[in-house]
C-alpha cells in the first residue's frame, strides 16, 4: 500500500473552547486566537485597544501559528514596558487528517495528530507567581547564560579590513621577489 493511493480528505481539528485553555483565569478576558493567515499588526492593534479596560490577555496558537503567537505577546510586553505578568502553557490539540482512497478496494485511513498549542496570559494584575510556567514584570529568561563559553570546535574570527590601501588593492595579492 502506498500513499499514491489516496487523496487527502478533510481535517477534523478539536476545536478551541475558553473553558479548555488551561489557565487559573478571570472570569472576563481578551482571548486572541492567532492562526496562519493572521496579521500581527492587527492582532496587536485590536488587544491593545481592548487591554486596558480587560487587563487580561490569552494569546493561543496551535501549530504553525506558535511562533507568531509568541511574537504578539513580546512585542505586547514591550509596549508595556515589561511591567506585565505572564503565564505560559504548553499543550497538544488533536487533529484528525482523512484521506480518501482512489482504488475502491481500500479503506478511508484517518491519521491522528496532535498539533503543539501555546497560550500566554498577559496581566496587569498579579497571578499565580506559584503556577508553572509564571513570570514575573521585569523577568527577562537570557538567551545564553553568563557562564557560557563558545563550542570548542567552533573559530571566531574577526574579521580586518585594511582601510588604508585603495579598493583595488583590497583584495589583490601582491607578491614581490
Known sequence: MTMENYRKGKNEEQPLERTAIPLDLPEEFLWMQVRGGSKIRNLLEHALKSFEQSRTVVWTGAGPSVGKTITCA????????????????????????????????????????KQPMIHICLSIDSLNDQELGYQAPGDVVPYKSPTSQPHPNRQHHKREFNRSKPASNRNSQVSRS
Open 74 to 113: 513580546e512585542i505586547m510586553k514591550r509596549e508595556y514596558k515589561q511591567k506585565l505578568h505572564q503565564i505560559t502553557k504548553i499543550c497538544y490539540k488533536e487533529c484528525n487528517e482523512y484521506w480518501d482512497p482512489a482504488v475502491p478496494e481500500l479503506d478511508r485511513l484517518v491519521v491522528k495528530r
